[in-house]
């Protein structure tokens, strides 16, 4: 199966940062690539699907890129509303990456 | 309006067997491209997918639970049955099950949820 890597696994930040988090497969998944968020005691919500499409509803300041095996998520003005948790995934075997918890600084 | 619920046992014994059920509404998974997962998530961890089932009833699962997982649907009750044989203390988590969109057919990813159920395993 396709591991997949994310980092940090957790990163401190203030309201209007901008917000970087990677994830690495262990193979090339070309394009094939989600972003979920969930906070605590909710189920996940889709945020990017095929790497950079946005999820309809989802807020513009979330974006994503990257294809082969180097993914981003970017949150491009950090809002009181997006401290979660971050899952990515992968569309070959469905795995998921461990998480990246946003945190207030 | 799409929904999702998970039903099943909040209590399960080790060495048994536990079944859930999701429950949907909003969409028919006869319909191409139309596809049903099972995720879990034991308490503080990462996120797990387990298995899909598709429109055209093709079936996976997670490669290293393959053995003791089997998933279903009857499309005329809008319900996917999960069972998961030979339950173990490990497995203790919030099982989700979630509306997936194109697996292996341009993924679109798991869009809707479930609220999760909370399974224990414990003598």
């Known amino acids: 199966d396709i591991q997949m890597t994310q980092s940090p696994s957790s990163v401190s930040a203030s309201v209007g940062d901008r917000v970087t988090i990677t994830c690495r497969a262990s193979?090339?998944?070309?394009?094939?690539l989600a972003w979920y968020q969930q906070k605590p005691g909710k189920a996940p919500n889709l945020l990017i699907y095929a790497s950079s499409s946005l999820q309809s509803g989802v807020p513009s300041r979330f974006s994503g890129s990257g294809s082969g095996t180097d993914f981003t998520l970017t949150i491009s003005s950090l809002q009181p509303e997006d401290f979660a948790t971050y899952f990515c995934?992968?569309?070959?075997?469905?795995?998921f990456g461990g998480g990246t918890k946003v945190e207030i600084k | 309006q799409v929904t999702l619920r998970e039903s099943g046992p909040a209590l399960v014994k080790p060495t048994q067997t536990l079944t859930l059920t999701c429950t949907f509404s909003?969409?028919?998974?006869?319909?191409?491209?139309?596809?049903v997962s099972w995720v879990r998530q034991p308490p503080g961890k990462a996120l797990e997918w387990l298995a899909l089932i598709n429109w055209d009833d093709d079936k996976y699962y997670s490669a290293s639970l393959k053995t003791r997982l089997t998933i279903s649907k009857d499309t005329s009750k809008n319900q996917v049955v999960l069972t998961m044989t030979n339950m173990d203390p490990v497995d203790t988590a919030t099982y989700y099950c979630?509306?997936?969109?194109?697996?292996?057919?341009?993924?679109?990813?798991?869009?809707?949820w479930g609220q999760g159920t909370l399974v224990t395993v414990s003598s």
């Open positions: 995934q992968e569309a070959n075997s469905l795995t």
């Open positions: 979630a509306r997936t969109l194109g697996y292996r057919y341009g993924y679109m990813g798991l869009d809707s």
């Open positions: 909003g969409f028919s998974l006869s319909t191409g491209g139309m596809c």
């Open positions: 193979q090339g998944i070309r394009s094939w």
